[in-house]
C-alpha cells in the first residue's frame, strides 16, 4: 500500500529532512513514485483524494494472512493491511455488522475519536489487538491518521520525496527509490495525527519519541525511538 500527502496535509518531519540534507541521494517526485507503484504491481488500484492526497493498493504478492484492503465513508479514506484479533469483540463495541472488516473498524474508531471529544487519540489504536498498519485521510478536516501495530509485524515506512510530498509504503525498497536517505521505518507501536501534530507511541503517550541518525550502510537516513521506561497506558 501506499499514500502521498502535499505539505499542504502534512510537513515534512525535520528528522527526514535532516537525514537527507545529511546524506544527499537520488529522490523522485511523488507523482513519479506513485506511477512506478502502479506500473510495477499488477491490478494496482490508486484514488486521488482532491489535489493533495492519492491512495494506491493492490493485493498482488499480500500476505494471506495479512491482507490489503480499502474503503471509503463520509469522505473518511482508509487503507488497511494486517488483521485484527479482536476484531468480533471490536465490532460489537462500535455497533458494526458481522460483515465489517478491519479497515471499516478503524474508520469507524477514527470517527469515535473526531466525533467524541474528549477521546484520547492513543485510544483508536489502543484497544487493537494483532498484527496491522494503516492510514486514514479524513478529507472533511484533512486530517491524516497513521499508525503500526505495538510489534511492528507490518512493515510501514515513511519518507519525503523530491517535490516535498511524505509517502507512506508497507515497501521500504519502493520509497528507498523515491526518497533517498529522507526515509525511516515507521516506529512499531506509534501514531502519527497531523491533528495532534507529532508523532506518539499509543502505549506510552507521554513519553518522547527522538530520531537517531542512522549509520551510511543503512537504508534509514534516521531511526526513531520511543524514550524512558515503558509504562503501558490504560485503554479501557
Same mark, same amino acid.
Given at each position: 500500500?501506499? =499514500?502521498?500527502?502535499?505539505?499542504?496535509?502534512?510537513?515534512?518531519?525535520?528528522?527526514?529532512?535532516?537525514?537527507?540534507?545529511?546524506?544527499?541521494?537520488?529522490?523522485?517526485?511523488?507523482?513519479?513514485?506513485?506511477?512506478?507503484?502502479?506500473? /510495477?504491481?499488477?491490478?494496482?488500484?490508486?484514488?486521488?483524494?482532491?489535489?493533495?492526497?492519492?491512495?494506491?493498493?493492490?493485493?498482488?504478492?499480500?500476505?494471506?494472512?495479512?491482507?490489503?484492503?480499502?474503503?471509503?465513508?463520509?469522505?473518511?479514506?482508509?487503507?488497511?493491511? /494486517?488483521?485484527?484479533?479482536?476484531?468480533?469483540?471490536?465490532?460489537?463495541?462500535?455497533?458494526?455488522?458481522?460483515?465489517?472488516?478491519?479497515?471499516?473498524?478503524?474508520?469507524?474508531?477514527?470517527?469515535?475519536?473526531?466525533?467524541?471529544?474528549?477521546?484520547?487519540?492513543?485510544?483508536?489504536? /489502543?484497544?487493537?489487538?494483532?498484527?496491522?498498519?494503516?492510514?486514514?485521510?479524513?478529507?472533511?478536516?484533512?486530517?491524516?491518521?497513521?499508525?503500526?501495530?505495538?510489534?511492528?509485524?507490518?512493515?510501514?515506512?515513511? =519518507?519525503?520525496?523530491?517535490?516535498?510530498?511524505?509517502?507512506?509504503?508497507?515497501?521500504?525498497?519502493?520509497?528507498?527509490?523515491?526518497?533517498?536517505?529522507?526515509?525511516?521505518?515507521?516506529?512499531?507501536?506509534?501514531?502519527?495525527?497531523?491533528?495532534?501534530?507529532?508523532?506518539?507511541?499509543?502505549?506510552?503517550?507521554?513519553?518522547?519519541?527522538?530520531?537517531?541518525?542512522?549509520?551510511?550502510?543503512?537504508?534509514?537516513?534516521?531511526?526513531?525511538?520511543?524514550?524512558?521506561?515503558?509504562?503501558?497506558?490504560?485503554?479501557?
Amino acid at each position: 500500500m501506499l =499514500g502521498v500527502f502535499s505539505s499542504s496535509i502534512m510537513s515534512p518531519p525535520d528528522e527526514l529532512v535532516a537525514a537527507g540534507c545529511r546524506t544527499p541521494s537520488p529522490k523522485i517526485t511523488a507523482e513519479a513514485l506513485m506511477n512506478r507503484f502502479i506500473q /510495477g504491481n499488477p491490478s494496482a488500484v490508486s484514488v486521488h483524494v482532491g489535489d493533495h492526497v492519492q491512495l494506491a493498493y493492490t493485493h498482488h504478492n499480500e500476505s494471506p494472512l495479512l491482507p490489503r484492503s480499502f474503503a471509503v465513508k463520509d469522505e473518511i479514506f482508509s487503507l488497511f493491511e /494486517g488483521a485484527l484479533d479482536n476484531l468480533g469483540s471490536l465490532r460489537q463495541q462500535y455497533g458494526l455488522a458481522k460483515s465489517a472488516n478491519e479497515v471499516v473498524l478503524v474508520i469507524e474508531a477514527y470517527k469515535a475519536l473526531r466525533d467524541r471529544a474528549p477521546y484520547p487519540p492513543n485510544h483508536v489504536v /489502543g484497544h487493537l489487538s494483532g498484527s496491522f498498519a494503516f492510514i486514514v485521510f479524513d478529507k472533511s478536516t484533512s486530517t491524516l491518521f497513521v499508525a503500526s501495530d505495538q510489534f511492528g509485524k507490518v512493515p510501514l515506512s515513511w =519518507g519525503i520525496t523530491a517535490d516535498g510530498y511524505v509517502a507512506f509504503a508497507d515497501d521500504a525498497e519502493l520509497l528507498k527509490g523515491a526518497c533517498g536517505k529522507s526515509l525511516a521505518s515507521f516506529p512499531q507501536g506509534c501514531f502519527f495525527s497531523t491533528a495532534v501534530g507529532e508523532l506518539r507511541s499509543f502505549e506510552n503517550p507521554k513519553n518522547k519519541i527522538t530520531a537517531v541518525p542512522a549509520p551510511d550502510e543503512e537504508i534509514w537516513g534516521a531511526t526513531f525511538k520511543v524514550e524512558g521506561p515503558a509504562v503501558l497506558a490504560a485503554t479501557k
